[in-house]
C-alpha cells in the first residue's frame, strides 16, 4: 500500500516560516495531482495549494496567496509547501493528498479529487 508521508510541521511565531514536505513510500506510485489541505481544530478540512503535473498548474485558496508557493517533483512524487508570513490562522493540522487517476475537468481543489492522504503534520503558530 502507497503511503504519503509529511514532514516539516512545528511551532513558530507570527511572520516566521516553515517548509513541508511530503512523499510517497514507493518512486513507482503515479500521481497526476498533489495538494495540501489544512484542519483546525473544530473546523472543515479545507484547501491550501495544489499542483497539477499534467498541465502544470498551481492553486492556491485566497486566505494564502502571496505567501505559500507549492512545488514538488512529479518524478519522484514529492511536494513542497514554503509557508512565509506565517499568522495565527495558519494554525491545523496539514494533509498532503496525491490523484492517481486522470481528470481533465476537476480542479484539484477539492477533497474527493485525491486517493491518497497522509497522517498530517501538526502546524501552529503563535501570536
Known amino acids: 500500500q502507497v503511503q504519503l508521508v509529511e514532514s516539516g510541521g512545528g511551532l513558530v511565531q507570527t511572520g516566521g516560516s516553515l517548509r513541508l514536505s511530503c512523499a510517497a513510500s514507493?518512486?513507482?506510485?503515479?500521481?497526476?495531482?498533489m495538494g495540501w489541505f489544512r484542519q483546525a481544530p473544530g473546523k472543515e478540512r479545507e484547501f491550501v495549494a495544489a499542483?497539477?503535473?499534467?498541465?502544470?498548474?498551481?492553486y492556491y485558496a485566497d486566505s494564502v496567496k502571496g505567501r505559500f508557493t507549492i512545488s514538488g517533483d512529479n518524478a519522484k512524487n514529492t511536494v513542497y509547501l514554503q509557508m512565509n508570513s506565517l499568522i495565527p490562522g495558519d494554525t491545523g493540522v496539514y494533509y498532503c493528498?496525491?490523484?492517481?487517476?486522470?481528470?481533465?475537468?476537476?480542479?484539484?481543489?477539492?477533497?474527493?479529487?485525491?486517493?491518497?492522504w497522509g497522517q498530517g503534520t501538526q502546524v501552529t503558530v503563535s501570536s
Open positions: 499542483v497539477s503535473w499534467r498541465f502544470g498548474t498551481t
Open positions: 493528498a496525491a490523484a492517481s487517476t486522470a481528470n481533465l475537468y476537476q480542479l484539484p481543489n477539492g477533497k474527493n479529487r485525491y486517493d491518497y
Open positions: 514507493e518512486r513507482t506510485f503515479t500521481t497526476y495531482a
